[in-house]
């Protein structure tokens, strides 16, 4: 058995001088929901569609299911249901005559059909024109469509791009359930961090190209580095004071964070004896938000696990 069932090795992708993916190694454990994070144009859609053979790497290699893509690929596919891009359906055919068509490609049971059907919550509307459905349940249909095969492997590049709230909600239980229910293993990118955070176990952020984080949401939360919070008047004068002692810091209001300094009562006594008033001391963790935030802000980082 493969550790991983989608492993990539140095995956590049270059669009003439520009390098829009660079030797990306990702690895998705059965089982999991993988959130891919990443800003916008960071290289999210790019590495999808290497995974799914629809765009030739400039480098790197990819398996899925322990089996190089390029080698493979019709033989992996059959195995994985994917939503890249805005999917395609029939407007004037219904739900249930859109899925049809799929079954016939993919040549499966209408029992099939009809379990899509239901674990997407579209029964009732099954008999309805797709071109009267709400951009929510056009979703839906997407991922009844790319589950109908039975997959082991579900690859969404953002399947809640401009869902409402409840709507990216239902998505969310939605794929949940499917790993639950069905051990299907997902792949599922966003550019919101929130999003992946309430869906994903493991996760892979991307940034310019390059994977800046791969791991779980625990290890995410323990890259979190302890800082002292604190409110010190006059300001200027801290400054200049944590300046001259070498401490890095970071201004967000009226507080100033100590990312090297660990012991909030020396600082205070520290404060104190310069002639500096304390009217807040506490130790802070970033949230995973800003943290995303830092990865994705930073300059020319291609290690992993720091910032
Ligand atoms: N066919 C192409 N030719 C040239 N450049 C491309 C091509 N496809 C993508 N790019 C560039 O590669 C970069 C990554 O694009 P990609 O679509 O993978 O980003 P993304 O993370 O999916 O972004 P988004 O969140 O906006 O969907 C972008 O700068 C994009 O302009
Ligand atoms: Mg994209």
Known sequence: MEKYLVETNNLTKSFGKFTAVKDINLKIKKGVIYGFLGPNGAGKSTTIRMLLGLVNP?????KVFGKSINKNRIDILKNVGSIVESPSYY????????????????????????????????????????????????????????????????????PTNGLDPSGIREIRFLIKNLTKKLGMTVLISSH??????????????????????QGTIDELHKNSVEQIKVNVKPKEQALKYFNSKGYKVDIRNEYIYLKNCLDPSSITRELVMNDLDVYHISRYKSNLEEMFLSFTKKEGTNDINTF
Not at 127 to 153: C, D, T, Y
Not at 195 to 212: D, F
Request: glycine residues 8%.
């Open 58 to 62: 400039t480098k790197g290699k990819v």
């Open 91 to 158: 407007g004037n055919l219904t739900a249930y005559e859109n899925l049809y068509i799929t079954k016939e490609i993919l040549n499966v049971k209408k029992e099939d059909l009809k379990k899509a059907l239901e674990i997407v919550g579209l029964s009732e509307e099954k008999n309805k024109k797709v071109k009267k459905f709400s951009l929510g349940m056009k979703q839906r249909l997407a991922i009844a469509q790319a589950i109908l095969g039975n997959p082991e492997l579900l690859i969404l590049d953002e």
């Open 192 to 213: 919101i961090l929130s999003e992946i955070e309430l869906i994903a176990s493991e996760v892979g952020i991307i940034n310019k190209g390059k994977l800046v984080f």
